[in-house]
């Protein structure tokens, strides 16, 4: 389970969009005994994750593994059935533009969390004004840029008022990260909000409520009698979400049949020893994660506040590293191809998707060019060795990723034009490392908030990104603007291809890799794993 940095949304994006078909083989599963609910007919689940929460409040993460939990707890205004990119109401009667800068939603009759409050408009204004109050470096809000104010005229009805008129995107918007409705009766109006307070509170209205839980350690789910979204009702009685250390024990557990289900993450060699495992069945879905280096414009080498500053050398460290990676070699020989070359910042699959960096950057078929690195470095004076400090995480992104950022190392000093120290760091600090300025470049991971490539887009080059590296360009902002309200579907994905290009020569990020998402399952576990949302689901299923 894991989002953006991972990225990371509950919207479905049609099954095979990016071209990935299922493999599935017999197996068996783990049993359970009775949780003591009455909401669901099949038999209590677990599922294991080596994911990482960070906080489980809407303000206060941006991570898959935080919002793997508020899928299934939070409700929506608008949602997506699986299988479907398109959004409808979730528990919303209705929503549409009443005007070009005016959303109107309607809300259904008689709705409850969990610890008995009424769920009301005012819910919904509190859950979106706190976004943008709190606006926490590691939390969604860069996804409401659009958002002007939030009106309540009744208990039922609620009008957003955007800045930029005929958004495309904010329908998305309202199912995603930024977009649970939280119980302004337990989560603080302008700070977050502690996760025992919140459980302890059962804020919650979404197909599940959480009746125990141990951070990062173990989570019992029990289906919500009261819910009156849009999704379907839990075919299970119960869920137990237990989170591993060390993928290698999850693997052991999978083999052993103590869990049902295995998400986030697995080794690429893990998965395919598992393959050929009879015990077990694999199930691959849609591919929209991305990997990519981060650069902090303020902080790598010869940054805005480094006593070399100098941006045109800084440009030239980028390009050169750009020259210099061979995506290939890291997709074939430590993700065993369950991964492809990424050449843009939008994965192909996506309308108005292109291979921007393929031609500016190394041989221009993909390849590395290490005369054209020297060429560039020399050209802007930058003596080499350049030092760069590269951070990665273990335990967020999969036991490869030590591999993967050991290849990058290698590739990098390959002709003698860098020295990379690595580093890594437990995800939970990294959070919060990564936006204080610690890392001058550092590795992460999107998983879509939304299918569309706006969602590849802005949040990472907004002025306020959620990558906090600093990166501001005025007419990249204004592009961004444009085309999210541009309503002609072929003007639109020519300016989406344009923001590519223009990010591709400033390289705030330098993507890497576009992989897919993979579930070990039980045979007895029946109903859909994965969905288009890169999520996982666990509503349909049931033993």
């Not at 958002?147 to 005929?166: C, E, H, M, Q």
């Not at 060390?246 to 393959?275: E, W």
Request: glycine share 8%.
């Amino acid at each position: 389970m894991t989002l953006h940095n991972s990225g990371r949304g509950r919207l479905g994006l049609a099954l095979g969009a990016f071209g990935v078909s299922a493999l599935v083989l017999t197996g068996c599963s783990a049993g359970g005994g009775d949780t003591g609910s009455d909401s669901g007919s099949g038999d209590p689940l677990v599922v294991g994750t080596t994911d990482k929460i960070s906080s489980i409040d809407p303000a206060g993460s941006y991570d898959n593994g935080s919002f793997a939990v508020m899928n299934q707890v939070y409700p929506f205004l608008l949602n997506s059935q699986y299988g479907t990119s398109d959004v409808t109401p979730d528990i919303a009667e209705s929503a549409e533009f009443t005007s070009p800068t005016e959303y109107t939603v309607k809300l259904k009759s008689g709705l409850k969390f969990a610890n008995g409050h009424d769920l009301t408009s005012s819910d919904v204004k509190f859950s979106f004004d706190r976004q943008v109050k709190i606006a926490d470096p590691n939390g969604p809000s860069s996804l409401l840029g659009n958002l002007d104010s939030v009106a309540t005229p009744d208990d039922t009805t609620v009008v957003f008022t955007l800045k930029n008129g005929n958004d495309q995107i904010w329908p998305q918007i309202l199912s995603s990260p930024a977009a649970p409705i939280v119980d302004e009766e337990v989560f603080s109006a302008d700070a977050v909000t502690p996760d025992d307070t919140i459980v302890e509170g059962k804020a919650f209205a979404g197909q599940y409520t959480i009746e125990s839980y141990k951070l990062n350690e173990l989570i019992s789910y029990a289906p919500y009698a009261d819910y009156q979204g849009s999704l379907p009702k839990p075919e299970n009685s119960g869920i137990s979400a237990k989170y591993y250390a060390d993928a290698s024990n999850l693997k052991l557990d999978v083999q052993s049949g103590a869990i049902d289900v295995a998400f986030r993450s697995l080794s690429a060699t893990d998965i395919a020893d598992l393959s050929s495992n009879d015990a077990v069945k694999v199930v691959d879905g849609p591919g929209g994660e991305i990997r990519y280096i981060v650069f902090n414009f303020d902080t790598m080498p010869f940054g805005a506040k480094t006593p070399e500053a100098d941006a045109a050398k800084s440009l030239a460290v980028r390009q050169a590293a750009a020259d210099l990676v061979d995506r290939q070699a890291i997709a074939t020989d430590v993700y065993k191809d369950t991964y492809s070359p990424l050449y843009s910042y939008v994965p192909q699959g996506l309308a108005g998707a292109n291979e921007a960096l393929k031609g500016l950057y190394g041989d221009g078929s993909g390849k590395p060019d290490a005369a054209k690195a020297k060429a560039t470095l020399e050209a802007a004076g930058v003596q080499t060795p350049v030092t760069l400090n590269l951070q990665y995480n273990g335990d967020h992104y999969g036991p490869s990723s030590g591999d993967e950022y050991a290849a990058v190392k290698a590739q990098l000093e390959k002709d003698g034009l860098f020295t990379v120290n690595l580093a890594q760091t437990e995800w939970v600090q990294y959070t919060k490392d990564r936006v204080a300025d610690v890392y001058p470049a550092y590795q992460l991971g999107w998983f879509p908030d939304y299918s569309d490539a706006d969602n590849y887009l802005t949040p990472f080059f907004t002025a306020d990104n959620f990558l906090g590296n600093h990166y501001d360009n005025a007419d990249v902002q204004k592009m961004l603007a444009d085309q999210a309200t541009q309503t002609d579907k072929a003007t639109r994905e020519q300016e989406i291809g344009d923001i590519q290009d223009a990010v591709a020569a400033d390289l705030s990020t330098l993507p890497l890799l576009q992989g897919k998402q993979v579930a070990v399952v039980g045979s007895s576990v029946e109903g859909a794993v994965l969905d288009g949302s890169f999520k996982f689901r666990y509503a349909p299923l049931h033993k």
